[in-house]
């Protein structure tokens, strides 16, 4: 059984004045840091209520509380500044989100016990199935994220048509080759490593798609999928893979993220091999243009109207900057005080999540655009396509306190439902739907998680892991050994640390 991390009731207490205690003391007002305990509360009783980290909608709540409040609020005690700085309506802010979380805290405890009889992966089912499955997915996984990389470049704005909805569902076939790959390992050695020469091809072709587009999610990626996956199986991280998974988030936050978004502003070539060749002539000369990436990053942090949106003033990094949206939740909810949009933002989301063959005319922008533009992010869709809000910004700007408290009691705590009902995080395809979702769950609007999130991508990795394994286990296989359906193909062993790789 996995580890829950589960909170004690001393240690909520501890974070709770923690925070409430360096909060008043850097000078937030008093308002703001009563309804930041109420939100930190709900936080931490509906992380217990879903199992920690033992569980998928645990995980996914972990993920989008880290980026919407706890990171902030941590950061801003530590480095001493007030928590309602640099919020256009602090007090408003702090309020939605209390709602919001304690609405969700609701929602999982009213509904968070429910399971579906719905369809399931199928999964390899035995150690020879499993490397056939690692060489197809790996293969055809590729060359989708090729297709996609290089139609969305030759046909700017047509990332709609069928072909690349069909490569879309495919890609993820490379993280499951990953997958695969980092699990046979474990089994392999017994639990002595986790990494080897068949993770690192699937590895270094994310890292290289997400080099050719500067992603910094490409970046992060495959040590996430190799972490998860190997937490999982039982896996017993050693020393060196602390100090490994440090020296990339270093790498992150000080190298990749500033060049990566920098180099952004390049990657609008005609095809996927002029793209990359470009990209490589940058990489080549990144030391000659570092001060202009450290300026052009700077710049980029400033909104249409010469307002800063950081967060944190007292420290200059972009990156962790980037992964805290209460300021630009905070810009929305300020701007729909008064004035709320409905079903525009669900309809431009949903519209964009739904296939082109089931839908024709989709729109040409998000609904993170409309968001944006009434909150004074941007003035323009292409210039600045990079700003991110969360749902509790979309709940708000559609329907205010009905929004805030409907969508977390009901539609939040359904996903979980829906996720936990249909994957097994063991098993390879149920690890590949934990990442998918946790890494782009957070920012989205209502319309993404309704149909992007519940029906589009369940839907594409069930028809995808059928036709893989429908494929695969054509093939003739003689003296294999079987692996027990719904059972992690490793079970967790104890081995001494400093033995993995």
Same mark, same amino acid.
């Given at each position: ?41 709900? =936080? ?81 089912? *035995? ?42 569902? #495919? ?11 980092? &699990? ?23 890292? #290289? ?38 020296? @990339?988030?270093?790498?992150? !936050?000080?190298? /990749? ?39 052009? /990053? ?19 990094? *972009? ?12 810009? /929305? ?14 309809? #431009?989301?949903? &519209? ?11 729109? &040409?922008?998000?609904?993170? %655009? ?23 910004? &979309? ?5 205010? %306190?009905?929004? =805030? ?49 519940? @029906? ?10 059928? !036709? ?34």
């Amino acid at each position: 059984m996995l580890p829950r991390f589960l909170l004690s009731p001393l240690t909520i207490v501890g974070i709770v004045l923690f925070l409430a205690a360096g909060e008043l003391a850097s000078g937030t007002q008093l308002p703001f840091v009563a309804m930041m305990v109420v939100a930190m509360l709900a =936080v931490c009783v509906t992380y217990n209520m879903l199992g920690g980290l033992s569980t998928i909608g645990g995980i996914f709540f972990t993920v989008f509380a880290l980026y919407t409040l706890v990171v902030s609020q941590f950061a801003k005690v530590l480095i001493f500044e007030p928590a309602d700085l640099n919020l256009r309506s602090p007090e408003l802010t702090i309020g939605v989100y209390a709602v919001y979380f304690v609405s969700l805290m609701v929602g999982v405890f009213l509904f968070g016990w429910i399971r579906l009889s719905l369809p399931k992966p199928l999964e390899p089912s *035995t150690a020879r199935h499993s490397g056939l499955m690692y060489l197809f997915s790996f293969v055809v996984g590729l060359a989708a994220q090729i297709y996609m990389a290089n139609y969305s470049l030759e046909h700017p704005g047509l990332q709609g048509a069928t072909s690349h909805g069909l490569a879309r569902a #495919l890609a993820y076939l490379l993280p499951l080759s990953l997958v695969i790959a980092v &699990d046979a390992r474990i089994r392999k050695t017994d639990g002595r490593h986790c990494f080897g020469w068949a993770a690192l091809l699937p590895a270094l072709a994310i890292e #290289l798609m997400g080099f050719t587009a500067g992603s910094r999610i490409y970046y992060i990626l495959p040590p996430l999928i190799v972490a998860v996956t190997a937490y999982f199986r039982g896996f017993r991280f050693s020393t060196r893979h602390y100090l490994i998974a440090g020296a @990339l988030a270093a790498g992150l !936050f000080l190298v /990749v993220s500033p060049w990566y978004l920098w180099s952004r502003a390049f990657r609008r070539q005609p095809n996927l091999e002029v793209q990359l060749e470009t990209m490589a002539s940058l990489a080549a000369a990144a030391p000659q243009h570092w001060q202009q990436v450290a300026q052009a /990053v700077r710049a980029n942090m400033q909104s249409t109207n010469g307002e800063a949106e950081e967060y944190l003033t007292r420290v200059n990094s *972009t990156t962790l900057d980037r992964m805290i949206l209460i300021p630009d939740d905070g810009a /929305v909810i300020s701007a729909c005080a008064h004035y709320h949009w409905g079903f525009e933002t669900f309809r #431009l989301d949903a &519209d964009s999540s739904i296939p082109h063959f089931l839908q024709k005319k989709k729109p &040409d922008r998000q609904g993170v %655009w409309l968001r944006a533009s009434v909150g004074g992010l941007q003035s323009s869709y292409e210039e600045n396509f990079y700003i991110t809000t969360s749902t509790i910004a &979309d709940a708000w700007g559609g329907f205010g %306190w009905a929004g =805030v408290i409907g969508v977390p009691l009901v539609l939040v705590p359904l996903l979980f439902i829906v996720y936990e009902s249909i994957f097994d995080i063991s098993r390879p395809w149920g690890t590949v739907a934990v990442v998918s979702v946790a890494l782009n769950l957070t920012p989205d609007g209502v319309g993404s998680l309704v149909v992007g999130q519940l @029906l589009v991508i369940p839907i594409y990795i069930l028809a995808i892991s059928w !036709f893989a394994g429908w494929i695969t286990r054509s093939i003739p296989m003689t003296g294999d050994s079987s692996l027990r359906t719904g059972a992690p193909l490793l079970r967790p062993v104890k081995v001494s640390s400093g033995t993995g790789d």
